[in-house]
């Protein structure tokens, strides 16, 4: 259950995250639902030898489902690989046909805002 929270938290976080000038909003699906979140500023989808480094990233995980990892724009392309600031989308494989009340998983998500694992975005 706390993969199931900690995933569910880290969408719901990149969904809410304010981004006005994007080019778009970015889709995904999760089972049979259709999740839009808004396209994170300064981040790309990987290509050539990033979008590789992104497949094995993926491929190792075998618990849980990689529907997109976004890198920084300005490190795309770069000798030395993407870096280790990116974002991954993902979905753990025994959330995926798990139906959730709003309520519930907004109860869940409370008891995670403030954990030292949840604060992956820069406080200003």
Known sequence: MQSFRTSAAVMLIACLMPSPTRAADFQFTVGDQLMTMPWPTGYCLPANRDKHIADLVAAGDSVN???TMFIRCDRAGN?????NDYI???TPLSAVGAVVGREELLAELATEFGNAEMAIWPRK
Do not use: S
């Open 65 to 67: 489902v990689t529907h």
């Open 79 to 83: 000798d030395k690989g993407p870096g």
């Open 88 to 90: 991954i989308i993902k």
